[in-house]
């Protein structure tokens, strides 16, 4: 198990940038993947984007291009760099270590993105 905590998320106008953060309590080099999900009011939580433990990533077709993620082994911090951000990218953003009914979750970060 392992404990996340999301930090970076704000209030940004259409077509800024943030970078969120997802800090671990452990050591995530065992961790085969982790991802970013998010979830607006009335929605269902979905997929952002994957990172693997090797550094493959995978991204949801609406952020490809503009979404970065990337993770640091050393610091146990997976990150998601958020470029030309538009009002249908706010939402809560959640990180995610492991995938199926034993993944973990941290309590999430909102982004809200005016026009």
């Known amino acids: 198990q392992v404990q996340l905590a999301e930090s970076g998320g704000g209030l940004v106008q259409a077509g800024g940038s943030l970078r969120l953060s997802c800090a671990a309590s452990?050591?995530?080099?065992?961790?085969?993947?982790m991802g970013w999900y998010r979830q607006a009011p009335g929605k269902q939580r979905t997929l952002v984007a994957h990172i693997t433990s090797i550094g493959s990533t995978n991204y949801a077709d609406s952020v490809k291009g503009r979404f970065t993620i990337s993770r640091d082994n050393s610091k146990n911090t997976m990150y998601l760099q958020m470029n030309s951000l538009k009002p249908e990218d706010t939402a809560k953003y959640y990180c995610?270590?492991?995938?199926?009914?034993?993944?973990?979750w941290g309590q999430g970060t909102q982004v809200t993105v005016s026009s």
């Open positions: 995610r270590a492991g995938l199926g009914s034993s993944s973990d």
């Open positions: 452990r050591s995530i080099f065992t961790l085969d993947v």
